[in-house]
């Protein structure tokens, strides 16, 4: 899986810059009618900068990377999806935190300290359900009144691969929960590098106009 998406990066970034330096390849590798290639930009918008391809390439294949981790998420066990969401926070920079017992947690799955100094606890509950589903408002109610404890905390955050309901979405809101679903999830994976790894690093450079412009040398 992820030799297929470096792979794909790979010959991408090749046509970008290929592209770069012979404007006749613009819609090279569009194969037959109907086939979309990513390196080509929209009809519309045939003005696209090797840059700014190379950021909506970046960006498809951060969308494809983000499916991939939601299907392996989903294939694991509960339990390694709650130790995930404890592992997750913990790269976002929260204080300590841990897996509560898998029977008689009152609804509370995770804990977590809002600090490094341990200031105000956080309530985590972390469902693994099938990408489409859609969690409704009762699930939110029931984690609300867990949050009551004992001890009574004031912020919670409720994680899930699924979806939320807009009745979910509005008390929740009304309640000081967090809510985070499958798409928000791997974004946040991604972007604190949980389950994820750099397969390369590219640097885009430009002319240093300060180094030409130096009479000293």
Do not use: C
Not at 39 to 58: F, K, M
Not at 140 to 160: D, R
């Amino acid at each position: 899986m992820k030799g297929s998406v470096f792979l794909t990066a790979v010959l991408i970034l090749r046509i970008i810059i290929l592209r770069s330096i012979i404007p006749t390849l613009q819609h090279f590798g569009k194969g037959k009618k109907g086939d979309i290639d990513p390196a080509v930009p929209p009809e519309d918008d045939l003005s696209e900068t090797p840059p700014e391809t190379l950021e909506r390439v970046y960006s498809i294949i951060n969308e494809q990377l983000a499916d991939d981790l939601l299907t392996a998420i989903i294939d694991q066990t509960p339990s390694f999806f709650e130790t995930l969401v404890v592992d997750l926070m913990k790269a976002m920079g929260y204080g300590d935190g841990f897996v509560t017992k898998a029977t008689g947690d009152g609804g509370v799955d995770g804990i977590i300290s809002e600090d490094k100094l341990g200031f105000n606890l956080i309530y985590i509950q972390a469902k693994r359900w099938n990408k489409d589903s859609v969690i409704g408002k009762p699930e939110i109610q029931k984690f609300a009144g867990a949050m009551m404890g004992p001890p009574k905390v004031e912020k919670g955050l409720f994680i899930t691969t699924a979806k939320f309901s807009q009745g979910a979405m509005d008390f929740a809101k009304a309640q000081h929960i967090i809510l985070v679903d499958g798409e928000k999830l791997t974004e946040l994976m991604i972007e604190y590098n949980l389950g994820v790894s750099a397969q390369k690093t590219y640097q885009i450079k430009r002319i240093d106009s300060d180094y030409f412009s130096n009479d000293s040398q």
